[in-house]
């Protein structure tokens, strides 16, 4: 078992790939760009410490051979959010021991040769593998041997391993070289060229958005924004002030995120924060202390807008409800 991670996280970028590819589907149970999103693309850039996405874009890191959907937060994880077999094959090697404490809280001797924490390999015929990391400890629904279907559960996402944020990593390979599923010809320079691996059209590439946004009475930390655990449904009329954040990833250089509140009375809030420098993950806050003996009961609607060159990216609403205290 410990050979076979190995071996299958040792490979580089593949040759030209022909028919023979397996088509891939969607490997998590949720909708995708709803509640779960693409993190991470496979590192096309061959240079050391360098990297490039299939688009000549940052999201990806040096070295990284797989797709990661990640979910939007840990009490998502924590809920299950099942990962399903993208193509039919045979069970080829699991593990299921590790802990969810991911990349923070795990001693460094114990991800060594264990980088993809809990997982699965399924060997899909003429030198196709797949393989899925990250997983739930515990919950791995499969045994080596065993055959599976397109779309078999093979377990829950989980925070396993070397991974910062809970999201099932799949990579492809064809007899041991990585193959990229949205550009499996290899051969393009920068951009898609032909049709890729996915079977849905709604697996697509997309070059950053918004992951939630929400309503608190102060800055919250970035901890409780991606433990799911930051958002304020409701607060009183009372509350020390009133505060949006917006959640994003693959923010870039220039980008610009944008928020807005607006309630009872004609209120209105924008602030606009200018990202100095490409960001996997983050967050930005913004919103007024109360000046007046109270806040207006009523319904707040908070909105945010990832901006780049001038266009929205993406956009989030959110409402808050203020009641009196």
Not at 31 to 57: F, H, P, W
Not at 260 to 270: A, D, E, K, L
């Amino acid at each position: 078992m410990r050979a076979l991670f190995s071996f299958l996280t040792g490979a580089v970028l593949a040759a030209p790939v022909f028919a023979e590819a397996p088509r891939l589907e969607l490997p998590v149970d949720c909708a995708l760009g709803q509640n779960c999103y693409i993190q991470n693309y496979v590192d096309r850039d061959t240079r050391k410490d360098e990297a490039a996405d299939v688009m000549c874009a940052p999201l990806t890191y040096d070295g990284h051979k797989g797709t990661d959907f990640a979910l939007l937060s840990r009490a998502q994880m924590e809920a299950g959010v099942n990962v399903l077999a993208s193509a039919a094959g045979i069970i080829r090697g699991t593990r299921d021991e590790m802990p969810d404490t991911g990349l923070a809280d795990t001693p460094a001797e114990a991800l060594n040769g264990r980088e993809c924490g809990n997982g699965v390999v399924i060997d899909h015929g003429d030198g196709w593998h797949s393989q899925y990391c990250h997983m739930k400890r515990g919950s791995i629904t499969v045994r080596k041997g065993d055959r599976v279907k397109a779309g078999a559960v093979l377990g829950q996402v989980g925070l396993s391993g070397k991974t910062e944020f809970p999201h099932l990593h799949i990579s492809l390979r064809h007899k041991g070289q990585i193959v990229d599923p949205f550009e499996p010809s290899g051969q393009a320079a920068c951009g898609i060229q032909g049709p890729g691996l996915w079977v849905s059209d709604s697996i697509n590439y997309v070059a950053g958005g918004l992951v939630g946004l929400g309503f608190s009475d102060h800055v919250p930390d970035f901890d409780s924004i991606k433990a799911g655990s930051a958002h304020s449904p409701n607060l009183g009329t009372n509350a020390a002030a009133l505060v949006l954040w917006g959640h994003s990833f693959g923010a870039r250089r220039g980008d610009v995120l944008e928020l807005t509140i607006t309630g009872p009375n004609g209120f209105n809030f924008s602030h606009r924060t200018l990202f100095k420098k490409n960001q996997a993950l983050s967050f930005r806050a913004a919103g007024k202390r109360r000046t007046l003996s109270a806040w207006a009961e009523g319904s707040y609607e908070g909105t945010a807008k990832l901006i780049r060159q001038g266009q929205t990216l993406a956009a989030q609403n959110i409402t808050l409800e203020i009641v009196k205290q």
